[in-house]
């Protein structure tokens, strides 16, 4: 016995050492960049929830309301329309129209590039979903086949767009631009508020046909961000110990913030870490398979 746990431990210390040796240690820290660039970055975040609620609401994406915003960029990979009760469908909707108005905002203040491809198939959803579970779910999670799954999936999105936001203010140097992603934030932060209400709502339920709870999804899809960023504890489940709930007196955790009640914040490196999927900013892959666009995440695709 006392072999085999020694072995374990280190082995276990191997692997780490190994993702040391692989990955380095993430950087937490700021990074240099203009206003433009910052800005920029967000739109790759924009296109993604542009594309995902536009396809989900109407089954059709960004070319079919406004192509010359995607600048050429190759469509989706595999985004549908989903099958959503009227009220999921009805914000939705507006969401998708938000995220066109968003990727305008940038685009004529600051000039966009061409939208990076995105898969949005459900295989890349189930991938992530057995990610952040830790098993393979059977059936693979189809992020479309109903309102509940749609409004999982839809958890996994806005969030890291409004953690963006809120790294990116600090560091903006004119009032031009922190007056536009103020702007951008408010609306992201009321597109997270509002999908964590409708999760909340239903936090008790069971996800059929997986038996595990709405909050619990939750909880699992914050972990597996948090361990991709690498930089502590940023995001929270619906559902949390009291050390995470308000004044640490809630286990009921309708917004996700910090000790204080206000809004966690992250870097560039550390959103693309989560949104490749792969928990390095140098590896592409998860929504982005041939990485982001903009000098930003590109100077890390060089490297
Ligand atoms: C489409 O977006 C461009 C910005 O790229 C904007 O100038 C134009 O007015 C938009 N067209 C429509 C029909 O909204
Ligand atoms: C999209 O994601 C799925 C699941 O990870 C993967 O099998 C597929 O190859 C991806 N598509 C592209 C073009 O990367
Ligand atoms: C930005 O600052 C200039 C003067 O420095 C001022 O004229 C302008 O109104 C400000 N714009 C915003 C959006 O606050
Ligand atoms: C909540 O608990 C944490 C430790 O888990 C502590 O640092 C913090 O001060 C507590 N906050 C309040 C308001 O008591």
Redesign the pocket.
């Known amino acids: 016995m006392a072999f085999r746990s020694k072995f374990l431990i280190s082995a276990f210390l191997f692997i780490f050492a190994l993702n040391g040796l692989v990955y380095g240690a993430p950087n937490c820290g700021p990074i240099e960049a203009d206003d433009r660039d910052r800005i920029q970055f967000a739109l790759n975040l924009e296109f993604l929830e542009a594309e995902f609620f536009l396809n989900g609401a109407l089954g059709q994406g960004l070319d079919s309301i406004n192509s010359s915003l995607a600048q050429g960029g190759p469509p989706p990979i595999g985004a549908q329309k989903a099958i959503l009760d009227p009220l999921v469908y009805r914000i939705t909707e507006e969401f998708a129209y938000q995220e066109v108005g968003h990727l305008r905002a940038i685009v004529t203040r600051v000039g966009g590039f061409p939208r990076p491809l995105l898969n949005l198939s459900r295989e890349n959803f189930a991938t992530l979903f057995d990610q952040a579970v830790g098993i393979r779910l059977k059936p693979p999670f189809n992020p479309y086949a109903n309102s509940i799954n749609y409004l999982l999936a839809a958890y996994a999105i806005p969030y890291v767009g409004l953690v963006g936001y809120v790294g990116t203010i600090p560091s903006l140097n004119l009032n031009t631009s922190r007056s536009l992603v103020a702007k951008l934030l408010a609306v992201e932060s009321g597109q997270d508020a509002v999908i964590r209400a409708l999760l909340i709502q239903r936090s008790e339920e069971l996800v059929s046909p997986y038996g595990i709870k709405v909050a619990t999804f939750t909880n699992y899809i914050s972990r597996l961000r948090n361990t991709l960023a690498g930089c502590g504890i940023k995001d929270e489940g619906i559902k949390v110990p009291r050390?995470l709930g308000a004044?640490?007196r809630t286990t009921s955790n309708v917004l996700s913030a910090d000790?204080e009640s206000l809004g966690y914040a992250r870097t560039p490196p550390e959103i693309l870490r989560i949104i490749y999927a792969s928990g390095s900013e140098n590896r592409p892959g998860g929504f982005f398979p041939k990485g982001a666009n903009g000098n930003i995440a590109r100077r890390y695709l060089g490297a």
């Open positions: 050390e004044e640490n000790t």
